[in-house]
């Protein structure tokens, strides 16, 4: 099965940073992802799957959730099919699994769920107060 694959959660007190990553390896998802948009989700228990931040391909337009402004940055590394998602000043509210997804359209960035596809399996992360 094709997917993306999420990496770099962890647990940190309110305050912190992480860095998390999306990776596409292997034909086709490598060759899917050139010319898309990748975007951000986040779903905390009990609650649905929220739009956190997204870029165009190649990179040059983002944008991001009101709450996530100023502190998430979203970046890619098109050589290495990996983009980037940089979280500053964590809040406990940030806990959650955080999912990349592929535009299932095009260059253009989009805050829409259904928009994506090839999601991954998620990575975690808590953050305490």
């Known amino acids: 099965q094709v997917l993306l694959i999420e990496s770099g959660g962890g647990s940190v007190q309110a305050g912190g940073s992480l860095r998390l990553s999306c990776a596409a390896s292997?034909?086709?998802?490598?060759?899917?992802?050139?010319?898309?948009?990748i975007g951000w989700f986040r779903q905390a228990p009990g609650k649905e799957r929220e739009f956190v931040a997204a870029?165009?391909?190649?990179?040059?337009?983002?944008i991001y959730a009101d709450s996530m402004k100023g502190r998430f940055a979203i970046s890619r590394d098109n050589a290495k099919n990996t983009v980037y998602l940089q979280m500053n000043s964590l809040k406990p509210k940030d806990t959650a699994v955080y999912y990349c997804g592929a535009s299932a359209g095009g260059a253009r960035p989009t805050t829409t769920m259904t928009d994506y596809r090839y999601w991954g399996q998620g990575t975690q992360v808590t953050v305490s107060s």
């Open positions: 870029i165009s391909w190649p990179g040059t337009g983002t």
């Open positions: 292997g034909r086709p998802i490598s060759n899917y992802v050139l010319g898309k948009a």
